[in-house]
């Protein structure tokens, strides 16, 4: 938790090469490395960002007589238990029977439970593994895991951010409330261990409501859960899905309890249109016609990603455009206008970083099967990635920056509102 000290950065790795200097090998003639993926299946494929970094590495190695393959199983059943049972045989084979001299760097899976289930295979076999999620994973935990480096965001990272945020406001009676999902659960318990560790005064008043929400939940309960928090509580932090939090933000305006005393804060960190909160929030505003009140009491965290660097827009719009194309060969399309998710940028970031750590791993005399000796050149590190820097903590995560916004009446969606004196001091304190 928290960004490093010292860092090292590698600065701009990989630049292309002239295509007649580079040789023509096969399996063959010259060492294989093999990339396993093993991800979820019920999502966005990550696998056009592992294609296009390979395009971009490949050369570099083929000058070094290596060549790169790359084995892919779909873990089906999303983040559920089929998932979890399934992860262990399909790394068992993929390692021991698909690839001849076994996995070199495996890639995945994205969810926490399902990573959790095999920390102690690729620990015994020593191979460097990276992911763009696996965020619900425990501090404690992650430190007993020498070869897992986390490219996407962690769940006690936001946990910081937002007390951070609680203690520059002093708010300290404050409610949270938190759906049966799984990462609402995983949020609230990584939330509740965090706080705790940070000794501030706020934890022991800070209230944690487990809460049904959905299509069939008492919506006289929720009210009910409302009134009895807001007696005192004006501050409430909601782990939801979107459609949860807003109906909870309607409950509330049902109840008069949106003017000026109450705050209510979620999160948003999946920016893909068919899972992202703000694109659900702003859809909300433009069909609800309630949506702007209802939405204007509440802020929501997101991560700052390449998209939001104006200036180099460009540099990100031909990333973004290279991955849509690439994705039409796994037969997903984006929507228009979607952006491409922090789960396709962190494997595109990841096997960039993997290609820098095991060039320098070769440089120090070291080979491909020391999965600890690649990772220790990850962490602690950094490079220039998609337009902005990637740094991978000491600790094995990466530092992202986090925004706070909140709802704009005039642009009908949800802005970093610099102009807002209360938000403008939060943005240029967290925003590292």
């Known amino acids: 938790m928290g960004s490093p000290s010292v860092y090292t950065s590698y600065g701009n790795v990989f630049p292309p ?10 399996a063959e003639n010259s060492t294989v490395v093999t990339l396993c993926e093993l991800w979820e299946d019920d999502g966005i494929p990550v696998t056009p960002g592992i294609d296009l970094a390979l395009q971009r590495i490949g050369p570099h190695f083929a000058l070094k007589n290596m ?5 892919r199983h779909g873990i089906a059943g999303g983040c559920g238990d089929e998932s979890v049972l399934a992860v262990g045989p399909a790394l068992v084979d993929m390692h021991l029977h698909q690839a001849p001299n076994g ?12 990573m959790s289930n095999i920390r102690g295979l690729i620990e015994h076999w020593n191979i460097p593994v990276v992911t763009s999620g696996a965020s619900g994973i425990k501090f404690a935990d992650k430190q007993k895991t020498e070869v897992l480096t986390r490219f996407g965001y962690t769940q006690e ?22 759906d049966v999902d799984t990462y609402a659960t995983d949020f609230q318990s990584s939330f509740q261990q965090v706080l705790q560790s940070s000794r501030l005064d706020i934890f022991k008043r800070i209230e944690f409501t487990k809460v049904m929400l959905g299509q069939n939940s008492d919506k006289q309960w929720l009210k009910d859960t409302l009134v009895r928090s807001s007696e005192r509580s004006r501050v409430f932090i909601l782990a939801a899905l979107a459609r949860n939090v807003y109906q909870i933000m309607v409950a509330a305006s049902e109840l008069g309890k949106l003017n000026s005393e109450y705050v209510y804060i979620t999160t948003n960190l999946i920016e893909a249109h068919r899972f992202s909160d703000l694109f659900f ?13 209802i939405l204007g009491s509440l802020l929501v965290i997101r991560m700052k990603l390449p ?6 827009k460009a540099e990100y719009d031909q990333f973004a455009d290279a991955v849509k194309t690439n994705s039409l060969k796994y037969n997903f399309t984006y929507a228009p206008g979607e952006q491409v998710t922090h789960l396709v940028l962190g494997v595109w970031d990841a096997v960039m970083f993997y290609g820098v750590a095991l060039n320098a791993t070769l440089a120090a005399g070291g080979n491909i099967y020391d999965g600890r000796a690649i990772t220790s050149r990850i962490w602690g590190h950094s490079f220039h990635g998609v337009v902005i820097e990637c740094t991978i903590s000491n600790y ?4 992202f920056p986090y925004y706070l916004q909140d709802f704009s009446p005039k642009d009908a969606a949800f802005v970093v509102e610099r102009s807002q004196p209360k938000l403008h001091k939060i943005w240029s304190l967290y925003l590292f």
């Open 17 to 26: 090469l002239d295509p007649s200097s580079v040789p023509k090998l096969s």
């Open 67 to 71: 060549t790169f393959r790359l084995l």
């Open 103 to 114: 996995c070199q760097l495996l890639i995945g899976p994205s969810c926490s439970e399902t």
């Open 157 to 178: 990272d936001v946990s910081l951010f937002l007390i951070r945020i609680l203690d520059h406001f002093n708010w300290t009676n404050v409610a949270f409330l938190y």
């Open 281 to 293: 929030f702003n859809n909300m505003a433009k069909s609800d016609p309630d949506g702007p009140r």
């Open 307 to 312: 998209a939001d660097d104006l200036e180099n």
């Open 396 to 399: 094995g995560d990466r530092n």
